[in-house]
């Protein structure tokens, strides 16, 4: 098991740029997957991106595809959604979660979640 807390949300005007940290807990965070889902009021939670344990073979939504880049450093028990190109529609709650195993787009699969960070992009 790893604990997760989500850093970095905010409010922003359209075009700019968020990046979202997640700390990881725990000496096993370098076998885990992770992935960033969001939830906008009214609607399901929904994948954004997710990256190997390795590092390798980044997977995004196509509505953040271009726009946003996920990363992680091992060393730091951290990863990392760089946001650029903010739009209304990218605002909701953002959430990072963890697996073992490989990185998937189904939050049903992942077993470690944190709370959420807010991020809200006006127009």
């Known amino acids: 098991q790893v604990q997760l807390v989500e850093s970095g949300g905010g409010l922003v005007q359209a075009g700019g740029s968020l990046r979202l940290s997640c700390a990881a807990s725990?000496?096993?965070?370098?076998?885990?997957?992770m992935g960033w889902f969001r939830q906008a009021p009214g609607k399901e939670r929904e994948f954004v991106a997710a990256?190997?344990?390795?590092?390798?073979?980044?997977a995004y939504a196509d509505s953040v595809k271009v726009r946003f880049t996920i990363s992680r450093d091992n060393a730091k028990n951290t990863v990392y959604l760089q946001m650029n190109s903010l739009k209304p529609e990218d605002t909701a709650v953002y959430y990072c979660?963890?697996?073992?195993?490989?990185?998937?787009?189904?939050?049903?699969?992942?077993?470690?979640w944190g709370q959420g960070t807010q991020v809200t992009v006006s127009s």
């Open positions: 990256i190997l344990w390795s590092g390798s073979t980044p």
């Open positions: 979660a963890a697996r073992q195993g490989v990185a998937i787009r189904h939050a049903g699969f992942y077993d470690n």
């Open positions: 725990g000496r096993t965070f370098s076998t885990y997957s």
